[in-house]
RNA sequence: GGGCGGUUAGCUCAGCUGGCCAGAGCACCUCCCUUACAAGGAGGGGGUCAUAGGUUCGAAUCCUAUACCGCCCA
């Protein structure tokens, strides 16, 4: 069926549903073949793509489609990242629109509220990559906050402090004091600002505290912190200063007692101390230290033991240590500072400086240096094995420079806080113990049994709660898997978290009796109905539980309750703190005598002690039973030390890039030896933005170093940034993208991926116009159209197309197209192994365009359309062979179109494009000798075409042309050609011979293996001839001087490399050549115009 | 302040380890609706490759300096 008109949009739709249908992206673990493994960087669940991942896309799919279709079994694993802050940030504004304010809302809630939104984002982001195609697996998809990576999160954290690699520690922290929580250094943008510099004097005092009358000056751009300061730093050399040195000075405006972070006392006097982190050249060569709040004066702190003040709250107004300008906003306090500090004539000058102030990247909020308690990786120790495969090459940066930016980065690394003060993440699985205040880190290590693990990594995710109902647990469990809709959440834990099956979670029935076996019931009473004097207080709940749970027996004494009760109290405190806080602890249990009584009244009256039996309990106790409302369920996490049950869990979460630096291998199943990790890692490529080497690329290699002990991928490809029109970068928070989907709506997926490709040449950023993606659509449309004409002369000759080429005729063109085919294959296998995506894309549209189409195609049709059946045989089979294997070569880039046609195409070597062998060189179907003939013949082409374009001869009008080859062999190629010249040329009447003599009124084209005399049919102009050919002349004259100037150069001769030489000189002589018939030619003119 | 990169045609950019008098797309000019394609065809104009030195037989390409622009880190 011939083709119609090209329309992206009716092609594009239906390919990618079949090749998922067929299940051509999803590899086996035990196919014996080498593996090619990609895992996709894991777009935001923030909204939507914006092209920068079109373009990361689209290159991962490049090399991942070409290593198929080169028989590698091939992984590209996509996901998605839960994104804490940007997403948090995405839902609180989502939030804010509708007048609600997340603080308000509750956590619980927030949260609920964010995974709202998740598949939302999640689903518009699939579609996009779908749409752009993208031959992902998505039967493997995963997400950074799904079940297993909750798991494998908890068993990194879990093993990095058992380590000693994860520590809690006051530190200076870049504070957002709009989203109130810390950031990491690398989220700090900085930008250039005007400020003032003030210098401030603070009095020297006597050991009285009495003021001397002297003063030190020192500058600062935030007065505001002054109140934090603890000393004045000099350089220990400084000879202004010297017997300063261990004096006091006070502090202005601070209140005369200060309170450190820990509660200690602090005076408004502060030394002097002197420390060689001073610059003596710089401002005044002394420095306020303010450790609490700039990390250089932390760094001073720490060498001096200075005490340090925190002057500010969360939000960065001044506390109670900044006295009299407590509650006020920082700017505002800085004001209200200077002001004061002027009127009481301690400040001594104002500066106007421009200097970098850092900004939170996300909320754009000045970022306050800030000492709090965060959570912090040692990634100096991680770096080194970072380092060294790197250094080592074995992870190999494309392009290299990156390297040195990578290794540069991680020779300074600096601990990385981990801690977020956010809810959206993975919660830091921390318990601290309450009653000793020992950090319990666990993981699902402290379970034996597999399903015991899924209900503690339930708790862990904070989905339920350390107690929980079975409704709760069930509708979890049977519930949707948010990865694989298909899919029950269990199944996902059986598939993707433990690989194995878990048939006792499976139904309800064996999901309760697991429950009732392993944890411990709490029965929560329904108050309701109950008469007064009945109503369940404290002490027969207690004693209920106690029974339910057989901490104590059928039987039992006011002993065996007082010591089960000891026992479990925190347990059962806790237990009524989280559900039954409406009732009234008494502390009957705590004493032994009360409790007797109690037990005497309330429970078994006429029995002996010790010796009641269960029936007449339960007769007393029935009334409770019949208010059960439900039982619920305890998870009996105890601290390590001291096994109280009274355990807090962390309220912080960690930084989105602690999960994400475990992507390439969490997402193959670890920490469980799985098959997929033993086959697919370490991964083979990764293709990232240079925006996130240190985020993300150097964490996963740290991550990977150390959990798997091997390298995470072999190749790092880092692509340009795509900037808009203007320059700018495209970024999630400025707004500024733009959504591909519009590209590939107006110009479809394979023009928006073919554009992205052929600006990706390595290391310059992409600025990105639509003409560009225009222009390229022009291409498809033209591979479109030489499809349609090739296949409906197929159509038309069915029986005369042959997939062995070697049995038939060819041509002088056919070899030649044939030959330019195999150096196309060699040189866009070898662009694309060398992720030189702009000239395997480029070199592909040169030769199917300019080569394939332009001539090619031009010169079949003389005997497609009148020649033999012999001839139309080799032409037809050429154009089908030559199209299959360009169709073959250009899958990777533009798989619709390409598939769409190729569907079409005889002799197909599979069932679809993805799965079918990219072309590999065939060396006998090299013909270098008609090649260059060709080359030859198509110069002449356009030399007589220049003629015509010279003369102003309108192509509608036919020529005559006598043509006199240089050599024989020339000519039988010319002869053999003659109606495609004819064609192509325009031309009426030919005649060759190798004697020919310039016919009259003719005018002459010269080309390297002919001369062409073409009778233009009317006087020639004979002045505007010699005109045009003297130019000719100089031209080539022009090229021959500075030619002959290398021969003539020994050095040239001597040194240069022989093939150089050699092409040189064969350069040299056709241009000789060429000149001597030039020459002739205006010689000849020359007589004509005398006589 | 430290580091990295850029400066090539009017615009957007290629040009890999130095080797045919520098290329593409778009834009511009001329001619053409020739049965695959006007989203096309044939032809054309346009650059002393930022500047100044240097290395070399040979430099857009390597080195040094300068200017301007951009990015990253502190």
Request: charged letters at 30%; aromatic letters at 12%; a negative charge.
């Amino acid at each position: 069926m011939p083709l119609n008109e090209y329309n992206p949009s009716e092609i594009e739709g239906k390919w990618y549903k079949k090749w998922l249908e067929s299940a051509l992206f999803t590899p086996d673990p035990e196919n014996e073949k080498e593996p090619f493994v990609v895992v996709m960087p894991p777009p935001n669940v923030t909204g939507s793509l914006h092209i920068g991942h079109a373009l990361n896309m689209t290159l991962q799919d490049v090399s991942v489609r070409y290593k198929r279709m080169r028989g590698f079994n091939t992984l590209w694993l996509p996901g998605f990242d839960h994104a804490g802050i940007a997403t948090q940030w995405v839902v609180t504004k989502q939030l804010e629109e509708k007048g609600i304010n997340k603080f308000e809302l509750g956590r619980e809630k927030f949260v609920e509220k964010v995974w709202e939104w998740v598949p939302v984002a999640r689903n518009t982001i699939k579609k996009q990559i779908e749409t752009i195609g993208a031959s992902c697996d998505w039967t493997r998809q995963r997400f950074t906050l799904d079940e297993g990576f909750a798991r494998a999160v908890r068993e990194a954290f879990s093993k990095l402090y058992k380590e000693g690699l994860i520590f809690k520690a006051p530190y200076i922290v870049n504070w957002d004091p709009k989203d109130r929580t810390a950031i990491s250094d690398l989220e700090v943008e900085y930008k250039e600002e005007k400020g003032n510099l003030w210098y401030i004097r603070y009095p020297v005092v006597d050991d009285s505290g009495k003021e001397t009358g002297d003063y030190i000056v020192v500058a600062t751009t935030r007065p505001e912190t002054m109140l934090g300061d603890t000393a004045v730093a000099v350089h220990p050399e400084d000879k202004r200063y010297k017997q300063l040195i261990g004096k006091r000075v006070k502090l202005p405006l601070a209140p005369e007692k200060r309170t450190t972070w820990d509660g200690k006392e602090v005076s408004n006097l502060i030394p002097v101390i002197a420390d060689d982190y001073v610059d003596p050249e710089y401002g005044t060569g002394a420095v306020k230290i303010t450790p609490a709040h700039d990390p250089n004066d932390f760094e001073v702190g720490q060498r001096h033991n200075l005490p340090m003040v925190i002057v500010m709250d969360e939000s960065a107004v001044m506390n109670e240590n900044a006295g009299r300008y407590r509650g006020l906003d920082r700017y505002e306090a800085r004001k209200k500072i200077v002001e004061d500090l002027e009127k009481s004539g301690l400040l001594e000058k104002v500066e106007e400086i421009i200097h970098n102030v850092g900004h939170s990247q996300r909320s754009g909020a000045v970022v306050e240096p800030y000492l709090s308690v965060q959570w912090f990786v040692n990634t100096k120790e991680l770096s080194k094995d970072a380092i060294k495969v790197v250094e080592e090459g074995e992870i190999r940066f494309i392009p290299e420079n990156w390297k040195k930016t990578y290794l540069n980065w991680m020779y300074e690394i600096r601990d990385w806080c981990i801690s977020r003060q956010i809810w959206w993440g993975h919660r830091i699985p921390v318990w601290e113990c309450k009653d000793c205040g020992h950090y319990n880190v666990f993981s699902d290590d402290i379970y034996e049994s597999i399903p015991q693990k899924v209900i503690f990594n339930m708790y862990g995710d904070t989905r339920i709660g350390q107690i929980f109902s079975f409704q709760e647990v069930k509708n979890y469990l049977y519930g949707q898997n948010f990865n694989q809709p298909d899919k029950t959440n269990l199944q996902f834990y059986e598939k993707f978290v433990f690989n194995t099956q878990i048939d006792q979670l499976k139904d309800e029935e064996n999901l309760k009796e697991f429950l009732n076996k392993n944890y411990i019931k709490v029965p929560v009473m329904n108050p309701e109905g109950i008469e007064e004097e009945e109503k369940i207080g404290f002490v027969p709940h207690t004693v209920f539980f106690l029974y339910a749970n057989g901490f104590i027996g059928k039987t039992f004494d006011e002993n065996d309750v007082f010591d089960a009760y000891q026992k479990n109290k925190n347990m059962i405190r806790f237990i009524y703190d989280t559900v039954l806080n409406g009732i009234k602890k008494e502390d009957i249990l705590e004493d032994k005598e009360k409790l007797k009584k109690w037990l005497f009244d309330h429970a078994y009256g006429n029995c002996k002690n010790g010796r009641i039996f269960f029936t007449e309990m339960q007769e007393r106790f029935s009334i409770i039973e019949d208010h059960i409302r439900e039982t619920k369920y305890y998870i009996n996490l105890k601290c390590e030390k001291c096994h109280s049950h009274n355990l807090k869990q962390e309220d912080d979460v960690l930084d989105t890039w602690f999960s994400s630096a475990l992507w390439p291998f969490g997402t193959l199943g670890w920490p469980e030896k799985t098959k997929d990790l033993w086959s697919f890692y370490p991964t083979s490529l990764l293709v990232t933005g240079f925006d996130i080497i240190f985020f993300w690329v150097a964490r996963m290699i740290m991550m990977g170093m150390h959990f798997m002990k091997e390298k995470p991928f072999g190749d790092v490809y880092i692509h340009a940034l795509v900037r808009d029109e203007k320059g700018e970068k495209m970024s999630k928070t400025k707004g500024n993208v733009i959504d591909p989907l519009d590209m590939v709506e107006k110009y479809g997926a394979d023009s928006l991926r073919f554009t992205l490709a052929a600006l990706a040449a390595q290391g310059r950023d992409i600025r990105l116009s639509e003409k560009r993606i225009e222009g390229y659509k022009h291409f498809a449309n033209k591979i479109w159209n030489a499809s349609k004409f090739v296949l409906s002369n197929f159509e038309n000759n069915r029986g005369k197309v042959f997939k062995d080429l070697s049995a038939l005729r060819l041509s002088y063109d056919d070899k030649w197209i044939l030959t330019r085919l195999q150096e196309v294959i060699k040189s866009s296998v070898k662009a694309i192994e060398e992720y030189r995506y702009n000239d395997y894309a480029n070199g592909l549209y040169d030769f199917f365009w300019h080569e394939y189409c332009d001539w090619y195609l031009e010169f079949s049709k003389e005997r497609i359309y009148k020649g033999t059946d012999e001839e139309k045989a080799a032409a037809l089979s050429t154009l089908i062979y030559v199209l299959d294997r360009s169709m073959k070569m250009l899958h990777p880039v533009m798989p619709f179109i390409t598939e769409e046609i190729w569907q079409k195409l005889p002799f197909k070597d599979a069932d679809y494009l993805p799965v079918a062998p990219y072309p590999e060189v065939d060396n006998r179907l090299i013909f270098e000798e008609e090649k260059q003939l060709i080359e030859d013949l198509k110069e002449m082409i356009v030399s007589i075409r220049n003629v015509r374009a010279d003369f102003g001869i309108e192509p509608s009008r036919k020529l005559n042309v006598y043509i006199k080859p240089s050599d024989q062999r020339f000519m039988s190629v010319i002869q053999a050609m003659e109606p495609s010249i004819k064609l192509l040329a325009k031309i009426e009447n030919l005649e060759v011979s190798e004697g020919m003599e310039r016919p009259p009124n003719t005018v002459v084209a010269v080309s390297k293996k002919a001369e062409s005399y073409i009778d233009i049919a009317g006087t020639i102009d004979i002045e505007k001839e010699l005109k045009r050919q003297e130019k000719i002349l100089k031209d080539i004259q022009k090229s021959i001087s500075i030619s002959e100037k290398k021969l003539s150069n020994e050095n040239f001769i001597k040194k240069a490399p022989s093939h150089v030489v050699e092409k040189e000189k064969s350069f040299y002589e056709e241009l000789k050549q060429k000149e001597e018939k030039v020459k002739k030619i205006i010689e000849s003119l020359r007589e004509v115009q005398t006589s």
